[in-house]
């Protein structure tokens, strides 16, 4: 099992430019999660997809982030215009379900610098 | 929402000492409740479990406990190792809410 996949692992970018980041969660997973992780505020769930479909956004800090879902295998998370507040690592990781007991898994990480 | 918080921030023990992490939720309906470790730049991972229908669950140096009325859990490591050296984060959910909730992490130093 190639376990959750992410895309690039390390970006470094100018501020005003757009990033996407990508994701492809393991096999058979419905759930799909889009988190962040800095020193100050730690691990913060942005997003989080079930069978395709946004069901909680809430954590979404500005209209200038965006994800989408397009199929099962496939996820991005989208920021335009970057910020140097905007670095941080985002994790992205993928469940079974919704279920409580559910595993989460992360993925190794995209380690953003905005410059 | 859920919110958990996690004490101590940092802790700091010899090897072969027990380390013991608190973590509190606010959510009464949060019924699983994960510990992930994450090593330095990596990412987290799962270590061990527990679900509100157990009150205490163990795999080999490493014991969760759990008290559902005063909305408390705990990591337990015994016979701390260098290599348990990382940030522990413990966090909370509830069934068909797909939101994990973490607490802030506590770095753990094992010094040899």
């Known amino acids: 099992d190639a376990g959750v996949i992410q895309s690039p692992r390390h970006e470094v970018t100018e501020m005003g430019q757009e990033v996407t980041l990508r994701c492809k969660p393991i096999s058979g997973h419905n759930s799909l999660f889009w988190y962040r992780q800095t020193m100050m505020r730690g691990l913060e769930l942005l997003i989080y997809?079930?069978?395709?479909?946004?069901?909680?956004d809430s954590g979404m800090p500005e209209d200038r982030f965006s994800a989408k879902m397009p199929n099962a295998s496939f996820s991005t998370l989208k920021i335009q215009p970057s910020e140097p507040r905007d670095s941080a690592v985002y994790f992205c990781a993928s469940s079974l379900g919704l279920n409580s007991g559910n595993t989460i898994y992360f993925g190794e990480g995209s380690w953003l610098t905005v410059v | 929402g859920e919110n958990v918080e996690q004490h101590p921030s940092t802790l700091s023990v010899q090897e072969g000492d027990s380390a013991v992490i608190k973590c509190t939720y606010s959510?009464?309906?949060?019924?699983?409740f994960p510990w992930y470790k994450q090593e330095l730049g990596k990412r987290p991972q799962l270590i061990i479990d527990i679900r509100s229908n157990v009150g205490e669950k163990k795999d080999q140096r490493i014991a969760v406990t759990l008290n559902k009325t005063a909305k408390h859990f705990s990591l337990h490591i015994t016979e701390t190792q260098p290599e348990d050296s990382a940030v522990y984060f413990c966090?909370?959910?509830?069934?068909?809410?797909?939101?994990?909730?973490f607490g802030q992490g506590t770095i753990l130093t094992v010094h040899p």
């Open positions: 997809f079930n069978n395709n479909v946004p069901i909680d």
């Open positions: 959510d009464s309906a949060s019924n699983y």
């Open positions: 966090a909370a959910r509830r069934t068909s809410y797909g939101k994990l909730t």
